[in-house]
């Protein structure tokens, strides 16, 4: 019997890629995988660099150990020193915050090494402060007596201060003193809480009342008088732990 061939049979498999030329093409710097490659460390250090940004504009809850202080992270306090932000002074002054407060042993002109916002008005002797970092003194490596350094550190009424180490001390005195708490420059949502409270709303109505809206220049004594009694009562409310808002992150 004649056997019949089908017509039109099965197709030859296709050639298999040379595996040297396969192994060359993906590790050639131009290759499609050597580019997929660069994208991915590009995209990965762009994601670490943006929650780095990310996190050092938040509130901090937790502090960075050094010289036996709990001291806010230093990416914060750089954000932190450059600007002027009080309702973050009072967040972290808050009863309950780890980090360490310094108080100071004389009265001093008010600077900022960062090169942020500064009081015009002076530090006193006694006045509570929240140390933020220390700064090394720089001797270019010699032995120089005196040299000690310094501290940055926040005060209530939200501006960072550049300090000596023998301006600071760390004993706490029988009455602490504050920088005065800018009222006017607080969110509105902070102002409404201190006002919420029954004791220091009835202050801020009465200084409202006396000041008419101003608190130097022409002011009688007894907008003096009660101005002054507002900025205590405000202070003794958040020491004693008064609820306020959240302050958002940094810009």
Same mark, same amino acid.
């Given at each position: 019997m004649t056997s019949v061939l089908a017509c039109g049979g099965a197709s030859p498999p296709a050639a298999s890629p040379d595996p040297v030329e396969s192994d060359a093409a993906a590790a050639a710097p131009g290759g499609a995988a050597g580019e997929r490659s660069e994208e991915s460390?590009?995209?990965?250090?762009?994601? &670490?660099?943006?929650?780095?940004a990310d996190a050092s504009r938040q509130i901090p809850t937790t502090c960075e150990q050094s010289d036996d202080m709990c001291?806010?992270?230093?990416?914060f306090v750089k954000r932190l020193c450059s600007g002027f932000h009080p309702d973050v002074a009072l967040s972290l002054f808050a009863k309950g915050t780890p980090f360490t407060r310094g108080y100071l042993t004389r =009265?001093?002109?008010?600077?900022?090494?960062?090169?942020?916002?500064?009081?015009?008005?002076?530090?006193?002797? @006694?006045?509570?402060?929240?140390?933020?970092?220390?700064?090394?003194? =720089?001797?270019?490596?010699?032995?120089?007596?005196?040299?000690?350094?310094?501290? @940055?550190?926040?005060?209530?009424?939200?501006?960072?201060a550049s300090l000596m180490t023998e301006e600071v001390r760390l004993h706490v005195p029988p009455k602490p003193k504050f920088a005065k708490v800018p009222w006017?420059?607080?969110?509105?949502?902070?102002?409404?809480?201190?006002?919420? =409270?029954?004791k220091v709303g009835k202050i801020v109505a009465e200084r409202r009342r006396?000041?008419?809206?101003?608190?130097?220049?022409?002011?009688?004594?007894?907008? &003096?008088?009660? @101005?002054?009694?507002?900025?205590a009562a405000l202070v003794e409310f958040v020491r004693n732990g008064g609820a306020l808002p959240t302050p958002g992150p940094l810009p």
């Open positions: 460390k590009e995209g990965a250090a762009k994601t &670490e660099e943006d929650a780095a001291l806010p992270p230093a990416a =009265d001093t002109e008010a600077w900022n090494a960062s090169g942020g916002s500064s009081s015009n008005d002076k530090l006193l002797f @006694d006045e509570e402060v929240l140390i933020l970092s220390r700064r090394k003194a =720089d001797t270019g490596g010699m032995v120089v007596s005196g040299a000690g350094g310094g501290y @940055d550190v926040l005060r209530w009424d939200g501006t960072c006017k420059s607080l969110d509105q949502k902070t102002r409404e809480a201190f006002q919420a =409270d029954e006396e000041c008419k809206g101003a608190t130097m220049g022409a002011v009688s004594l007894k907008c &003096e008088k009660v @101005d002054k009694q507002m900025g």
